[in-house]
Every structure is written in C-alpha cells, then in structure tokens.
C-alpha cells in the first residue's frame, strides 16, 4: 500500500526565499533537533542542488534509521523533488511546490511513501501521521525563517 498526503503552508516571504530555505540542509537540522538528524554523507551542510545526494542519520520511533535523499527535479523557484535513493522505506518521495499568492507564498508538500512492511496497518495509524507532524514541525521552522528574512510574518 502507498500513503500520500499533502500539507500546505503560508509565509509571508517571496517564494524565492522559501525555496532557498527548502534547499537548505541547514534548515533541516534546525527543524529536526528533537530527533537528533544529521547530514552524515554527500551534501552536509549550505544548499543541495539537482543532482546532489545527502545521507541522514535520526532516531525514529527509538531506532536508528539512515536514508539517503536525491534531488531528483529542480525549477527553482517554482518546485522540486526529493527522492529517497537508500533506506527505510520502498519508496518515499516529497514534492515541494511553491506559488504566490499576493503578499504569501503557499508551499505545498505532497508527500508519497511504502513502508517496507505491513503497510495497509502501519501506514495509515503509524508512519503517515509521523509523518505528517514530522513535516509540520519543518514547515515551522521554515516559516519563521522565511517570516524573518523577509521581515515579514507567520501567514
């Protein structure tokens, strides 16, 4: 079975800037301290590029889990696509879409993913609402981020 859902977010910044801000592994580990995510390999830290690669390593569900990621299509500063290459899941892949909307920029994550078993039970009552707030907790960070360098605020 495969589990999608989408999570749209509004911030007051270009999407220009929330673009960049998505492509930040940075960014990422300041919206994943709670479960101690790191960049062990291929693009660790400033921005990640069509074509590039990064490996994390995190705590999930108190087992350590490594997945590495591709960026697998970039038309900045519209949308682009990450794709799990290696790791825990058959398949994941999240899609960032980013449009504006007169003083806001509305990202919209759409996000695709198997577990590697038991899915018809796991995905829907485990894996898709981890998942969920997993993205939520990211798009907060994003959103103060980009709020911020734009000298604008949460939308």
Request: net charge positive.
């Amino acid at each position: 079975m495969t589990a999608t859902f989408t999570e749209v977010t509004r911030v007051a910044c270009t999407p220009e800037v929330l673009f960049d801000l998505s492509l930040s592994i940075d960014a990422h580990l300041d919206s994943m301290r709670r479960s101690r995510e790191r960049a062990v390999a291929g693009v660790t830290s400033g921005t990640i590029g069509l074509g590039e690669s990064v490996t994390w390593r995190a705590r999930h569900f108190g087992v350590i889990w490594t997945m590495t990621s591709q960026i697998t299509a970039l038309e900045r500063p519209r949308r682009f696509v990450d794709e799990q290459v290696r790791g825990p899941f058959r398949v994941f892949r999240h899609e960032h879409r980013f449009e504006r909307d007169g003083d806001v920029t509305v990202m919209t994550d759409t996000v695709t993913m198997r577990s590697p078993l038991l899915g018809v039970i796991v995905e829907p009552l485990l894996l898709r609402p981890y998942m969920q707030r997993l993205i939520r907790t990211r798009n907060a960070v994003l959103v103060r981020k980009g709020a911020g360098a734009s000298g604008g605020r949460a939308a």
